[in-house]
T-cell receptor, first 114, second 114 residues
Framework: DQQVKQNSPSLSVQEGRISILNCDYT??????FLWYKKYPAEGPTFLIS?????DKNEDGRFTVFLNKSAKHLSLHIVPSQPGDSAVYFC?????????????FGKGTHLIIQP | EPEVTQTPSHQVTQMGQEVILRCVPI?????FYWYRQILGQKVEFLVS????????KSEIFDDQFSVERPDGSNFTLKIRSTKLEDSAMYFC????????????FGQGTRLTVV
């Protein structure tokens, strides 16, 4: 039962180009979405979030887009840098925000090539 | 920068033994969480804790698991009688408030049950 799906286990992007990571969800009760980044041997690090009342949130090089009708969100990183190489997790919550019972996707391993 | 710290970083235990995983959340945070990630699988929610009691728990969090905040700084996860399938990375997280605030994760404890 995968309520949050990241269908690309890995993604390779050239440095300087745009990285687009995708996430789909099935639970219509989800109202808050987060992206976490994880390096090996470290815990997930919060990147950016979006509430269901918005369709876009931007923070520096990172932008998250939410399409509620399609139950789809995406993370755009532009321009991509070598330090962006990591596993990116999409997570969703149905409790109005925060971390109560976050449901995570399986992650997408982003590789930035020089 | 404040951070969530977890000890030990790696714990090896024999099947049937009890283990206690320790976490020091960020000092002014009010909400505390445990998540786990079995190797190759997604990050899974275990339990959330607020005001000295469990506020939400998943199906994974059965009677062999318990959490405690024994003093003002530590937050512990106890597994009473470990099983081989409990082998995983266990992440502690804390958040200042539930609504619209992301959780900060610790670096994780790798539990290996042999």
């Amino acid at each position: 039962d995968q309520q949050v799906k990241q269908n690309s286990p890995s993604l390779s992007v050239q440095e300087g180009r745009i990285s687009i990571l995708n996430c789909d969800y099935t639970n219509s009760m989800f109202d808050y979405f987060l992206w976490y980044k994880k390096y090996p041997a470290e815990g997930p690090t919060f990147l950016i979030s979006i509430s269901s009342i918005k369709d876009k949130n931007e923070d520096g090089r990172f932008t998250v887009f939410l399409n509620k009708s399609a139950k789809h969100l995406s993370l755009h990183i532009v321009p991509s840098q070598p330090g962006d190489s990591a596993v990116y997790f999409c997570a969703a919550s149905d409790s109005g925000g925060g971390a109560d019972g976050l449901t995570f996707g399986k992650g997408t391993h982003l590789i930035i090539q020089p | 920068e404040p951070e969530v710290t977890q000890t030990p970083s790696h714990q090896v235990t024999q099947m049937g033994q009890e283990v206690i995983l320790r976490c020091v959340p960020i000092s002014n945070h009010l909400y505390f969480y445990w998540y786990r990630q079995i190797l190759g699988q997604k990050v899974e929610f275990l339990v959330s804790f607020y005001n000295n009691e469990i506020s939400e728990k998943s199906e994974i969090f059965d009677d062999q698991f318990s959490v405690e905040r024994p003093d003002g700084s530590n937050f512990t996860l106890k597994i009473r009688s470990t099983k081989l399938e409990d082998s995983a990375m266990y992440f502690c997280a804390s958040a200042g408030q539930v609504m619209g605030t992301e959780a900060f994760f610790g670096q994780g404890t790798r539990l290996t049950v042999v």
